[in-house]
């Protein structure tokens, strides 16, 4: 929700009173944050057991085991089937929010005020509306550990796919912003079950990194590398028009390697 908030207030900003508004709200909402970093006892903060304190060679261990750890989760193909498969789902949710706006604008000569509001609007509704179907059919599924939740994620993303195709070829705005809605739908419904499903694949002791390494995925293949994808592609051609749309169809092609990840995921857990 904090992060869905954060784009209607920008939005809200940007549009009245101007976009570096958005900035100083950002920045005011870290300082409570900061006093209670430096008002918070210590030993809340710095969690060491007696164990290791009369261990003082103790973390060359733990690195030794950690590493050997990560080489054991790099050699589940499932669990790196699916970490790569939501990395890419980050990527194409982090390239639409960082470039949306822009591409609206360049492409269909859509007002500003128009973008922000509809940008807004989808922003709040279709994460949320996804992750909310996703608790009930799941939930009336008894959890993702049903055999059957893997296929819906597999039908999910093959339809993403089928939805994400096609916008860069678009003329029309309102279908435009149809089916990035129902992109940002899919998106969402996919994300808990498959985190779910990944987590499943490794045993119990190693969830707690195998959640780190994944979030490590995210950051450098999902997070980071769009909107330098976006950006880089938009900056090449002559045709502004043309080279956004260029841009905006390298991200959304990402789906067609989701849907493979996925399938091979579920290829490999039938069999």
């Known amino acids: 929700m904090g992060v869905l908030f954060g784009y209607i207030i920008s939005a809200w900003l940007a549009s009245t009173v101007g976009w570096q508004y958005a900035f100083i709200l950002q920045s005011a909402c870290y300082v409570p944050l900061i ?6 006892p210590k ?8 164990e290791q304190e009369h261990q003082p060679h103790q973390n060359d261990t733990r690195s030794i085991s950690t590493i ?3 080489k054991q989760l790099l050699k589940k193909k499932l669990y790196v089937l699916i970490a790569s498969a939501l990395a890419g789902l980050f990527l194409i949710i982090t390239g639409l929010q960082y470039w949306l706006s822009d591409y609206l604008q360049i492409v269909y000569k859509i007002p500003e ?13 279709a994460p949320f509306s996804g992750i909310v179907v996703n608790g009930f059919v799941m939930t009336a599924m008894g ?9 819906i994620c597999l039908v999910v993303a093959f339809l993403g796919m089928l939805i994400a195709l096609p916008i860069p070829f678009l003329n029309s705005k309102i279908w435009c912003y149809a089916l990035i809605w129902l992109l940002l739908f899919s998106g969402a419904f996919l994300v808990p079950t498959l985190t779910g499903i990944m987590l499943n ?3 119990e002791s190693k969830k707690t990194t195998a959640s780190s390494i994944a979030t490590l995925g995210y950051n450098l293949f999902g997070y980071l590398p769009a909107p330098v994808i976006y950006g880089f592609i938009s900056s090449r051609g002559s045709d502004i028009v043309l080279s956004s749309r260029y841009a905006l169809g390298a991200i959304l ?3 067609i390697i989701i849907f493979i990840e ?3 995921g579920y290829w490999l857990w039938i069999s």
Not at 113 to 125: A, D, K
Not at 143 to 151: A, I, V
């Open 201 to 203: 694949s490794v045993e």
């Open 68 to 70: 050997s750890l990560v």
């Open 143 to 151: 959890g993702y550990k049903n055999p059957k939740s893997f296929t």
């Open 43 to 50: 030993e809340y903060l710095e969690v060491k057991s007696s």
């Open 35 to 40: 006093i209670a970093i430096f008002i918070t």
């Open 253 to 255: 092609s990402t789906s």
């Open 113 to 125: 005020q128009e973008v922000y509001y509809y940008f807004s609007l989808t922003c709040l509704t």
């Open 262 to 264: 996925i399938g091979t």
